[in-house]
């Protein structure tokens, strides 16, 4: 039995959660599937505090939003002015039952938790997502830089390795983009984008270290971003826009 509010506990291998994925990555990974998003209701699958939840608010598009869950502790941190603005249900996804279909649905950096995640995918596809809604995948990309230097380094045995630390934090693989898509399509799937967000050579708690100088400009993280369009191999994440396979 998985005890999901201890997985969301630091460790003394990394941290679940850094400054990085709060300042850096919630904004880029709101304003990657922005161009996309259907009017309608928005189901966030595994929202953590919702922090991108809280930016997700301000889209014009999105009338309606849900947030699945299965960590009570994360859902208690959650600020009571975007409990008053959203559903937030305590589920698993394998226990949730969704009341409706919706046009958009998001999963950012849960996949790789899951124990059977095509399962899950395929619940996705076949039960919630609207038959003209979009599906936004972003997970941790085994192959961005940081990772690959975390190899040669002797930290990790390969790009894809799922570290002690990360599997005590709930990890269960190391998506690239052809795995992630490989999944996603046997989930039943189609895959109408496939992208990366934000070039990274620098690991997130290094990152953390200097975003609390003057060194990171505004500029050389819009750089970072953009870069991220023409390398999706070597981004801090991986990201995929889905639709539904209707054949």
């Known amino acids: 039995m998985r005890d999901f509010n201890k997985e969301i506990k630091d460790n003394s291998g990394r941290s679940y959660f850094y400054?990085?994925?709060?300042?850096?990555?919630?904004?880029?990974?709101?304003?990657?599937?922005?161009?996309?998003?259907?009017?309608?209701?928005?189901?966030?699958?595994?929202?953590?505090?919702?922090?991108?939840?809280?930016?997700?608010?301000?889209?014009?598009?999105?009338?309606?939003?849900?947030?699945?869950?299965?960590?009570?502790?994360?859902?208690?941190?959650?600020?009571?002015?975007?409990?008053?603005?959203?559903?937030?249900?305590?589920?698993?996804?394998?226990?949730?039952?969704?009341?409706?279909?919706?046009?958009?649905i998001l999963m950012t950096h849960v996949l790789e938790h899951l124990d059977d995640p095509i399962s899950v995918l395929k619940t996705v596809h076949d039960e919630w997502l609207s038959d003209e809604g979009l599906f936004f995948l972003i997970c941790p990309n085994a192959n961005a830089p940081s990772r690959q230097i975390a190899v040669k380094m002797g930290l990790i045995t390969h790009n894809s390795a799922v570290t002690p630390a990360e599997h005590?934090?709930?990890?269960?693989?190391?998506?690239?983009?052809?795995?992630?898509?490989?999944?996603?399509?046997?989930?039943?799937?189609?895959?109408?984008?496939?992208?990366?967000?934000?070039?990274?050579?620098?690991?997130?708690?290094?990152?953390?270290?200097?975003?609390q100088t003057d060194i990171i400009s505004d500029e050389y993280i819009e750089g970072c971003y953009q870069l991220g369009h023409l390398y999706p191999d070597l981004c801090s994440s991986i990201f995929l826009v889905c639709k539904k396979n209707n054949k």
């Not at 898509?181 to 895959?191: I, L, N, S």
């Open 19 to 104: 400054g990085f994925d709060y300042d850096v990555m919630h904004p880029l990974m709101a304003r990657s599937i922005r161009p996309y998003l259907k009017k309608g209701s928005l189901l966030e699958l595994g929202s953590f505090e919702c922090h991108l939840t809280e930016i997700l608010l301000e889209e014009s598009n999105i009338n309606e939003l849900t947030c699945v869950e299965a960590s009570s502790d994360a859902i208690e941190n959650v600020k009571d002015s975007i409990k008053e603005k959203v559903n937030i249900v305590h589920s698993t996804f394998e226990q949730y039952n969704s009341e409706k279909k919706h046009e958009n």
């Open 168 to 211: 005590e934090h709930g990890h269960r693989i190391t998506y690239s983009l052809d795995t992630l898509e490989r999944d996603a399509t046997a989930a039943g799937f189609q895959v109408v984008t496939r992208s990366g967000i934000f070039f990274k050579a620098l690991a997130n708690f290094q990152w953390d270290k200097l975003l």
